[in-house]
């Protein structure tokens, strides 16, 4: 998709891109204020969890109001990608209160990888609470330099098995290693352990977690309401992607990409190796794809099924349909900031996080139709 006429103009009057507010078709109001916000979720009670890169946990009002950092959260290695990254929520959180956090953790000789940690989460009455009896549940192995490429977006389906969307650590050959679980989506039970049903099971060892191959780095995973498991990727040089993640399949990475090393080595497209499953949707120039939702509220009737991308890079809003197993962008909201996760509210408001980037951004907002 070409960037919007406004845009280019914004881009030359300006020298920078601004939000282009009287094009949106809904109200963004700024809610609250955060500082590196990475990842957010709804509680039960209408409030959000929401973290911060370099180790808080909050919980935040739809009114704005945020909760002092809680206690009970793993030590986290911030810098570069990393930092504490994804929140969601166990399907009977309701009765069991447990909250599932991925982050990056250090190992030996500068080495680090994602975790993901569980524990239960209790509410005081000054708003806040703690995280008691964490315990960590799974973990990137093997642990490698760098600080790039964790990945680590995390999701239930409707039978309780959660997916792990794990980055290929700015390593490009772990995505087709088969005794590493970088660059693959996993799925495990609430517990961490494996089902025996997964498509390499019989292999055992981290082989045994995996449920699709071939990943970069993976920012977003959500369910659609058929039950499909979609996932962004953030792609090498362009060639961002919008994947159907199917069960033993393989996304070719870095076999195969729309788009080519920073290097400026070129990586064969895919229609160039049909062996390997394509993206149902992917965009060259970049977006630098982060968080997706799809949406099913009231409150944008038309958008019901629609997913939501956020763009880093190109500060955009990204909406994608989708129908049966295609995908194709229809519109994109020019935000004048990098945009990070989205969720969709209690009440079908869209809710999204801005990165915040050399101190500037970093909002929660809310958004609702314009008429
Ligand atoms: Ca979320
Ligand atoms: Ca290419």
Same mark, same amino acid.
């Given at each position: 998709?070409?960037?919007?006429?406004?845009?280019?103009?914004?881009?030359?009057?300006?020298?920078?891109?601004?939000?282009?507010?009287?094009?949106?078709p809904?109200i963004?109001?700024?809610?609250?204020?955060?500082?590196?916000?990475?990842?957010?979720?709804?509680?039960?009670?209408?409030?959000?969890?929401?973290?911060?890169?370099?180790?808080?946990?909050?919980i935040?009002?739809?009114?704005?109001?945020i909760?002092?950092?809680?206690?009970?959260?793993?030590?986290?290695?911030?810098?570069?990608?990393?930092?504490?990254?994804?929140?969601?929520?166990?399907?009977?959180?309701?009765?069991n209160?447990?909250?599932?956090?991925?982050?990056?953790?250090?190992?030996?000789?500068?080495?680090?990888?994602?975790?993901?940690? =569980?524990?239960? *989460?209790? +509410?005081?009455d $000054?708003?806040?609470g703690? /995280?008691? %009896?964490? @315990?960590?549940?799974? #973990?990137?192995?093997?642990?490698?330099?760098?600080?790039?490429?964790?990945?680590?977006?995390?999701?239930?389906?409707?039978?309780?098995?959660?997916?792990?969307?794990?980055?290929?650590?700015?390593?490009?050959?772990?995505?087709?290693?088969?005794?590493?679980?970088?660059?693959?989506?996993?799925?495990?039970?609430?517990?961490?352990?494996?089902?025996?049903?997964?498509?390499?099971?019989?292999?055992?060892?981290?082989?045994?977690?995996?449920?699709?191959?071939?990943? =970069?780095?993976? *920012?977003? +995973?959500?369910? $659609?309401?058929?039950?499909? /498991?979609? %996932?962004? @990727?953030?792609?090498? #040089?362009?060639?961002?992607?919008?994947?159907?993640?199917?069960?033993g399949?393989?996304?070719?990475?870095?076999?195969?990409?729309n788009?080519?090393?920073?290097?400026?080595?070129?990586?064969?497209?895919?229609?160039?190796r049909?062996?390997?499953?394509?993206?149902?949707?992917?965009?060259?120039?970049?977006?630098?794809?982060?968080g997706?939702?799809?949406?099913?509220?009231?409150?944008?009737?038309?958008?019901?099924?629609?997913?939501?991308?956020?763009?880093?890079?190109?500060?955009v *809003?990204?909406?994608?349909?989708?129908?049966?197993?295609?995908?194709r962008?229809? @519109?994109?909201?020019?935000?004048?900031?990098?945009?990070?996760?989205?969720?969709?509210?209690?009440?079908?408001?869209?809710?999204?996080?801005?990165?915040?980037?050399?101190?500037?951004?970093?909002?929660?907002?809310?958004?609702?139709?314009?008429?």
């Amino acid at each position: 998709m070409k960037p919007s006429a406004t845009l280019v103009l914004g881009l030359v009057i300006a020298g920078c891109v601004t939000a282009d507010e009287e094009s949106w078709p809904f109200i963004a109001t700024p809610v609250a204020q955060l500082n590196e916000p990475w990842a957010m979720t709804f509680m039960p009670d209408g409030r959000l969890l929401v973290t911060e890169k370099p180790g808080r946990l909050l919980i935040v009002t739809r009114d704005g109001d945020i909760s002092a950092p809680l206690p009970g959260v793993p030590d986290v290695d911030y810098g570069g990608q990393g930092g504490l990254g994804d929140v969601v929520l166990h399907p009977d959180f309701a009765t069991n209160n447990l909250v599932y956090l991925s982050y990056a953790e250090a190992g030996d000789d500068n080495t680090r990888g994602a975790a993901i940690a =569980r524990g239960e *989460l209790i +509410l005081n009455d $000054d708003g806040g609470g703690e /995280l008691i %009896s964490m @315990e960590v549940i799974w #973990r990137q192995q093997p642990k490698v330099s760098g600080r790039g490429h964790y990945g680590h977006r995390m999701a239930f389906d409707d039978d309780g098995y959660l997916f792990i969307a794990s980055g290929e650590r700015q390593k490009f050959d772990p995505a087709q290693d088969m005794q590493m679980n970088l660059g693959k989506i996993i799925r495990l039970f609430d517990d961490g352990s494996v089902p025996e049903d997964n498509p390499f099971a019989d292999q055992g060892g981290v082989t045994a977690q995996i449920w699709s191959i071939g990943h =970069r780095n993976p *920012l977003g +995973l959500a369910f $659609d309401s058929a039950g499909q /498991l979609w %996932s962004q @990727e953030m792609g090498p #040089r362009h060639g961002d992607e919008l994947n159907l993640v199917i069960r033993g399949e393989n996304y070719g990475y870095p076999i195969v990409s729309n788009g080519n090393h920073y290097n400026g080595t070129e990586i064969p497209n895919h229609d160039t190796r049909p062996e390997f499953e394509a993206p149902k949707a992917t965009w060259v120039p970049a977006i630098s794809p982060a968080g997706l939702m799809i949406y099913h509220g009231d409150m944008f009737p038309d958008w019901k099924g629609n997913a939501f991308i956020g763009g880093l890079r190109s500060k955009v *809003l990204v909406r994608v349909e989708l129908d049966g197993d295609t995908a194709r962008e229809v @519109e994109r909201y020019d935000m004048g900031a990098r945009i990070r996760e989205e969720e969709q509210g209690p009440d079908g408001a869209i809710w999204i996080l801005e990165d915040e980037q050399r101190g500037s951004g970093g909002r929660l907002l809310k958004l609702t139709p314009k008429s």
